[in-house]
C-alpha cells in the first residue's frame, strides 16, 4: 500500500487522532501486532469487517474506534522522532481539526 498518498482528516470520536479512510477496500491482512491503543506516531491499519477499512494516525492519547464501538487495528509503522516531532505531530492534528483534511503521504524510510 506505500507509498501512499490521501487526506488525512480528524477522528474526533477516538480521541487525539486522525486517520485515513478507505471505504470499501479490505486488504488481505490479518491480525498482527493489534492494539485499541496506538501511541501517538504509530500508524495502525483497521483492514476493515464492522467498520470500514482505515489507517489511524494518532498525535495523542486515542482509542481505535467507529461509530459501532472500539476497534483493533494493527501497528505497521512509527514515525521515527526527532527533536521538535512532538510539536509537529500535535500541529497536524490541530489542523486537521481545525482547518479540516490535510494532504500526506507516507513512504518507507531506508
Known sequence: MLPLRARLI???WSGESTWVPYGDLRPD????HHT??????????????????EIF??????????????LAANHFATVVPDDGW?????????????????????VEHG
Do not use: M, N
Open 29 to 32: 491482512v490479518g491480525w498482527e
Open 36 to 53: 485499541s491503543h496506538p501511541a501517538p506516531g504509530q500508524l495502525a491499519l483497521y483492514p476493515g469487517g464492522i467498520s470500514e477499512c
Open 86 to 106: 512532538d510539536d509537529r505531530l500535535r500541529e497536524v492534528g490541530r489542523r486537521c481539526l481545525w482547518d479540516g483534511a490535510q494532504e500526506i503521504e507516507i
Open 57 to 70: 494516525f494518532p498525535y495523542g492519547a486515542c482509542t481505535t474506534s467507529s461509530k459501532v464501538g472500539q
Open 10 to 12: 480528524h477522528c474526533r
